[in-house]
């Protein structure tokens, strides 16, 4: 069996150098292309001299048409921009898009469901293999507690542009997937002065920032008289790399559709 080729984008940032040494090493795949945003000044660079490595022959473009013409996947953290424009582009190619980037809106989500009728979109705020088993045991207590007040804890590196991060609204989501109801009418994402009582029902956030922290997450479950934190801290960036690449395998050969990495995980 010949290996999967993969177009890695965002490919001079801390995620896409990752990729680029996870997929040197790893077996069954191969890089073809790796992009990057027009301007940018690493255009025309080695990607693997950039990741630490020799040289590998593939120098960042920008042009994204070509690379995608010619690969079976693209994985994707970068701005939800030019993720929505590599999902109709996926589409047009019907290749596999897994999407790490997070923070689209309703308008972006409904983009990537389109998109997934012609391509298979694997999509997740975390690939972290660890963090969507942590999703599926926030589910189950959150069914089993229903009267324990949840609170979802993030930390993470000083440079972080968004908040609450993907991953503590994934979280967020499967309490509220375990309790039945939408997340967006039962979500608190900040406190600040006389706010009174927590209501019933709430799903609170509270998002930390600074240093390095690649990713700490939380989510406590508090009862009378007992408390319950369930939780997962990523050490390194290769986790997500390495959940991605197992994403783009698996979604090799599926039919078009819009999955999580549950169900590469099948939880």
Known sequence: ?????????????RMGRTLIRQIAQGSGITLC???????????GLDSGTLAGMQPNGITLTADPLPLLASAQAVVDFTTPMVSLMLADLAAQ??????????????KGEARIKAAARHAVIVKSGNMSMGVNLLAVLVERAAKSLPDYDIEVLEMHHRNKVDAPSGTALLLGEAAAAGRGVALGKHWVKSRDGHTGARKEGDIGFAT???GTVVGEHS?????????????HTAEDRSIFAHGALTAARWGHGK?????????????
Do not use: C, Q
């Open 1 to 13: 069996m010949s290996d999967l080729k993969i177009v890695v984008t965002g490919a001079s940032g």
């Open 33 to 43: 292309g790796a992009l990057e945003m027009e301007g940018h000044p690493n255009l």
């Open 93 to 106: 190619a019907r290749i596999v898009h897994v999407i790490g980037t997070t923070g689209f809106d309703d």
């Open 208 to 210: 930390l920032r600074g």
């Open 219 to 231: 989510v406590i479950l508090a009862g009378s008289g007992e408390r319950i934190t369930l939780s």
């Open 255 to 267: 039919k078009p559709g819009l999955y999580a990495m549950t169900d590469v995980l099948g939880l």
